[in-house]
């Protein structure tokens, strides 16, 4: 994963701190749709949200920000 976007927490509030972001680059897997909202762990167990999904070719880009708890 690339890192180095972010966003904004939901409430969206000027004082509100940025959550990481990150950019996944997977295989499109037959049958398999990822979506807005889904949920990816990686391998250290990190949970993150999907916030934008862009298949290109045989490729998904998943825009993605770190879950806080």
Same mark, same amino acid.
């Given at each position: 994963? /690339? +890192?180095?976007?972010g ?7 000027? @004082? ?6 990150? *950019? #996944?680059?997977?295989?499109?897997? /037959? +049958? ?7 949920f990816?762990?990686? @391998? ?6 999907? *916030? #934008?999904v ?9 825009s993605l ?5």
């Amino acid at each position: 994963m /690339v +890192g180095g976007l972010g966003d904004r927490t939901r409430a969206g509030l000027p @004082d509100d701190t940025r959550l990481p972001g990150f *950019i #996944a680059i997977l295989p499109a897997v /037959v +049958g398999v749709q990822p979506s807005v909202g889904d949920f990816v762990n990686d @391998d250290r167990d990190e949970r993150f949200v999907v *916030i #934008a999904v862009e298949t290109i070719g045989g490729l998904w880009r998943l825009s993605l920000i770190q879950a806080v708890s």
